[in-house]
């Protein structure tokens, strides 16, 4: 018999005798050496997870016989996978993927009352049952250490706990249509966020009073903003999700709110700028490589337990392309690689040249342009923790994406580059050691999870420092955009051109 988890428990079962407790199974070892009796929590398939008198415990069904009234159906087990979480995007998300993943298994799916069953076409038998419930960050916690749900749908990670990359959201500023003011900073939608102005004409509007819009203060949304912005939300009309206070917006013509861009609805979305008057806009690209600010991360968390079979065979079919269409479909924004030239974002050399700091030459632009020239930059981004060497969740996951890629012979004919950029605080040498490291860093973790990669598939590293702005160093939020290693991409025949330090 192959158990998984408390070894020491186990061992303490083989020295001491159990009570016959009320308990509904018991499983016995096919040799008879060994009984263990639980509760049933779950059995998937291929491993029984009970409840015992030395905690959770799971075990090989192919080594046990199960006795007692709670032993499941062998034969069809109907697995329960329970998502609890964000309720905005887990009812825009979960249903469809559901859907979607049926569909790709060759299996009849049907939703009654909010429970997805999967079924066997052949057999009618069903094999699984998804739902999802929209529950509080802490409330989602609780249902899953409990063994209570499978996954939590989730804005953040957390340390112990697992998770898995599922899509992206921009949270984006909002007014009525009929409300003048066009585009807010950053520094002032904080502001406004956390009720200090109490004016539009504080902002660039007209003298009217601001009516700020927002979330309780149990939302996971809400608690990420605030986490984004450094302050709490101080918003004085309240609204259970985002669907009715983007619709509340979209009819005062002085209130102010944000939502995600999936949810903006009527309401019109305004251009955010930096301090520095940097225009920062929600495109597909600026939200995957997380240079919107306001990029909002969704992840299945998951338990450090073994999930159901059919539980790990659909977070697998969330990294497919079948998958990633239903989320743009959704309002989303897939977890796809997207590419772009890198001379169609004038907009980031125009940064470049305003934003050159007294330490960055015209030489050092030059270096840049030369190796821009021709190339494409890839989605693909990352950024560590703060004050951290460890890439952050966002990160970790498109080093997997880029693995994944890699190994299955992605990008051929062509030549990748890992650019390193930093801030512009302290000394350009400083800074630019500071880039060549953090690209290196990224470098080595792609090395180790793609080990059987040859040399020459590996990226290239390169650093250019503080001379590629994304927005203004005078702000926290600015200076983490700015630190960052960018993914290129060129033509192997252009591969001797690229320029090298001095």
């Known amino acids: 018999m192959r158990l998984v988890s408390c070894r ?3 061992f303490a079962a083989l020295l001491f005798p159990v009570a016959a ?5 018991t499983l016995t070892a096919r040799d008879g050496g060994l009984s263990l009796i639980g509760t049933l929590q779950g ?16 075990v090989d069904g192919q080594g046990v016989i199960c006795e007692g009234p709670g032993c499941p159906d062998l034969t069809a087990p109907r697995i329960p996978v329970r998502i609890v979480g964000e309720g905005d995007p887990g009812r825009s998300l979960i249903p469809p993927l559901v859907a979607a993943f049926a569909a790709a298994r060759g299996l009849d799916h049907a ?12 057999t009618g038998q069903t094999l699984a049952e998804f739902s999802f419930t929209p529950l509080s960050q802490d409330q989602a916690r609780a249902e899953l250490v409990s063994g209570r749900a499978e996954l939590i749908l989730s804005t953040g990670t957390e340390a112990d706990l697992g998770f898995r990359p599922l899509a992206l959201d921009a949270l984006v500023p909002i007014a009525a249509a009929d409300n003048p003011v066009a585009q807010i900073s950053s520094s002032d939608l904080a502001r406004a966020l956390a ?3 109490d004016s539009w004409a504080d902002i660039g509007g007209p003298d009217m009073p601001l009516v700020l819009h927002g979330l309780g203060p149990e939302s996971g949304l809400r608690r990420a903003l605030a986490e984004r912005l450094g302050r709490d939300i101080a918003a004085t009309e309240i609204h259970p999700d985002l669907a009715s206070l983007a619709a509340a917006v979209a009819r005062d013509p002085w209130a102010l709110g944000v939502t995600g861009r999936a949810m903006a609805g009527r309401a019109r979305i305004l251009t955010m700028t930096d301090s520095c008057g940097f225009p920062l806009l929600p495109t597909s690209l600026a939200v995957k490589a997380e240079d919107y600010p306001l990029a909002l991360p969704l992840h299945l968390l998951t338990p450090r337990r073994r999930l159901p079979l059919m539980a790990r065979e659909f977070l697998e079919f969330l990294t497919l392309p079948q998958a990633q269409q239903v989320i743009a479909a959704a309002g989303y924004v ?15 050399l125009i940064n470049a040249i305003q934003g050159a700091g007294e330490e960055t030459t015209l030489d050092d632009l030059k270096r840049l342009v030369d190796v821009m020239d021709g190339a494409d930059r890839l989605s693909l981004t990352f950024r560590f923790e703060d004050g951290s060497s460890t890439l952050d969740a966002h990160s970790q996951g498109n080093l997997a994406d880029l693995a994944r890629l890699l190994q299955s012979g992605g990008f051929r004919g062509e030549s990748l580059i890992l650019a390193g950029f930093s801030d512009g605080s302290g000394a350009a040498s400083a800074n ?13 973790a792609l090395a180790a999870a793609a080990p059987d990669l040859p040399p020459d598939r590996l990226p290239q590293v390169m650093a250019f420092g503080e001379a590629l702005p994304m927005a203004c160093d005078e702000t926290a939020a600015g200076r983490r955009l700015n630190r960052r290693v960018e993914l290129w991409l060129r033509p192997d025949f252009l591969r001797s051109d690229v320029p090298t330090e001095d």
């Open 21 to 25: 407790l009320a308990q509904d199974v």
């Open 334 to 348: 897939d977890r796809n690689p997207e590419r772009q030239p890198m001379t169609a974002d004038g907009l980031r």
């Open 111 to 122: 939703v009654t009352d909010g429970i997805a069953r999967l079924t066997d076409p052949t």
């Open 8 to 10: 020491a428990a186990i």
């Open 195 to 197: 009720g200090e102005v």
């Open 432 to 444: 630019l050691a500071l880039a060549e490291d953090r690209a290196a860093a990224v470098l080595s």
């Open 43 to 58: 059995w998937d398939g291929e491993f029984y997870r009970i409840d015992t008198a030395y905690g959770p415990l799971t």
